[in-house]
């Protein structure tokens, strides 16, 4: 267990439709990095966050959007969902400051859109 | 030309067997190398990581960079079925530890 916690784990959604992942980082880690697997990208960085700022972007589409709360917390917002959307979503967290470069994964939430 | 290039496999190979996954990088300004392991339906999880050129030990696995050629290995002794993963090289620059991954390298080790 990573201790990072991505909610839903699975969500099965129509063309058009917008949902709301989740991310709860490890307990005292500030950053959160979103990521976008699929078959053909593999692993692709979309966004991170530090201690409720943004930090750097990747290939974010225009479409999602994400946030950090206070409390640290994380959500992607991904909006006018297509076919194409379909992929495991990763939340990651990390201390950053003095950091090995290490990131802690969650499980992933699995998005499909039919 | 992609940043982070990384055969995909599948490797299948008998246990005992000595494992050689590779990836090339385009981009000089990467600082620090690592390889990720991510079981089936897990996240990926930090295997080894190395800042430098030459060669890093851990247990039954060894990581090697070649910054001159782009070149990193992860080298795989005495290969159990517990090691049947996916194998994601990951490589970054700057203080963000933003990481470009390859596509990673599913390996399958036969009992």
């Known amino acids: 267990d990573s201790g990072v916690t991505q909610t839903p784990k699975h969500l099965i959604t129509a063309t058009g439709q917008r949902v709301t992942l989740r991310c709860s980082p490890r307990?005292?880690?500030?950053?959160v990095y979103w990521y976008q697997q699929s078959l053909d990208q593999g692993l692709q960085f979309l966004i991170q966050y530090y201690n409720g700022e943004e930090r750097a972007k990747g290939n974010i589409l225009e479409r999602f959007s994400a946030q950090q709360f206070p409390d640290l917390h994380s959500e992607l917002n991904l909006s006018s969902l297509e076919l194409g959307d379909s992929a495991l979503y990763f939340c990651?967290?990390?201390?950053?400051?003095?950091?090995?470069?290490?990131?802690?994964f969650g499980e992933g939430s699995r998005l499909t859109v039919l | 030309q992609k940043e982070v290039e990384q055969d995909p496999g599948p490797l299948s190979v008998p246990e005992g067997a000595i494992v050689s996954l590779n990836c090339t990088y385009s981009n000089s300004a990467f600082q620090y190398f690592m390889w990720y392991r991510q079981y089936s339906r897990k996240g990926p999880e930090l295997l080894m990581y190395?800042?430098?050129?030459g060669n890093k030990e851990d247990g039954r696995f060894t990581a090697q960079v070649d910054k001159s050629s782009k070149y990193i290995s992860l080298f795989i002794r005495d290969s159990q079925p517990s090691d049947s993963a996916t194998y994601l090289c990951a490589i970054g620059e700057g203080s963000n530890y933003k990481l470009t991954f390859g596509k990673g390298t599913l390996l399958t080790v036969n009992p």
């Open positions: 990651a967290s990390s201390v950053l400051q003095g950091n090995t470069g290490e990131l802690f």
């Open positions: 307990s005292g880690d500030l950053s």
């Open positions: 190395t800042y430098s050129s």
